[in-house]
């Protein structure tokens, strides 16, 4: 699920550019959600202001463990150019928890990307279940390769 925290826009078009046909995250099995509740990733752009805080948090506690968090350009990392604004508090990672910090002013596509894909194997490896099959009695190992932003 992407959020646009409180951005100039640079990096939720190069985030939208991810989805067209050039650069074809689908091709990863990639899919962009609207709700919270069926994402896996909060992919979030722009610095957290604090009008947003609140709303960032409670996203954040919607997404179903385990999930992941990825900051995309400068300003969702550190605050940017905003930095200094009376009202921005800095980089998402002062109000949640970030696993991986997409750099840039916008961020390139194939930047987003790769971080997406890093966040992505990382869940993998957290998501690996062990399931009993009620056929044999025995366990398997069981991993979703399907996996919703």
Known sequence: MHFDNSS??????????????????ERFGIVNMGNPKH???LLITGPVNRRTARVLRNLY?????????????????????????????GGVDKVIP???YIP?????PEAIIDG????LQSLTEQRRLWV?????NSEHEVTDQRWRI
């Open 132 to 136: 009993t099959c009620p056929h044999c």
């Open 116 to 119: 997406v894909v890093m966040a």
């Open 61 to 89: 506690e919607q997404v179903p463990n385990p999930k992941m968090v990825i900051a995309v350009g400068t300003c969702a990392s550190s605050g940017g150019v905003f930095h200094n604004c009376y009202n921005v508090l």
């Open 98 to 100: 970030v696993d991986v």
């Open 104 to 108: 840039g002013c916008a961020a390139r």
């Open 8 to 25: 100039c826009n640079g990096c939720d078009i190069e985030v939208l550019a991810c989805l067209t046909p050039l650069y074809d995250v």
């Open 39 to 41: 994402a896996d990733v």
